[in-house]
């Protein structure tokens, strides 16, 4: 299933390819048979057109992430040993967690007394964002 998003930017590059066909289309027939006197002016024209599009399209700034969607515990469970954002409280802050088979959230990292669990109340939890895309 596509995003918004990606529909859009499809839409893009097929409007880009259009105009593109376009141009190659007029400016083959410029001074040929069939130039009517007019044809450098329309293919100018649909090249000026086929720049605007090019220059939108990677000028657009790029889609920011959604805000992480938390869910209330108490609403659902991730499945175990999802990695997930967790929101425990009384403390201010999130951490990544899994749930245990048996309920208990733990942290994804050992402490160094090996122990790794939660020892305060988990009221709300969220999937992990995408991992970074690795730059070329």
């Known amino acids: 299933m596509t995003t918004p998003a990606q529909q859009a ?9 259009e105009l593109a066909q376009c141009f ?3 400016w083959s027939l410029v001074g040929g048979q069939f130039d009517n006197g007019e044809l450098f002016n329309d293919s100018q024209a649909t090249k000026e057109e086929l720049r605007r599009a090019v220059i939108e399209a990677i000028s657009a700034e790029p889609q920011q992430p ?4 938390w869910i ?8 175990p ?3 997930v954002l967790v929101y425990p409280r009384p403390t201010d802050y999130c951490c990544e967690a899994q749930l245990s088979m048996d309920g208990i959230w733990k942290y994804t990292e050992l402490d160094s007394c ?3 669990h939660i020892n305060c109340s988990v009221t709300h939890w969220s999937p992990l964002p ?3 895309k690795a730059q070329s």
């Open 130 to 132: 995408p991992a970074p």
């Open 9 to 17: 930017r499809e839409a893009q590059v097929e409007k880009i390819m």
């Open 24 to 26: 190659a289309s007029t």
């Open 114 to 116: 090996g122990a790794n």
């Open 72 to 79: 209330a515990v108490s609403d659902r469970l991730p499945e």
């Open 66 to 69: 959604a805000a992480p969607e």
């Open 81 to 83: 040993f999802t990695e």
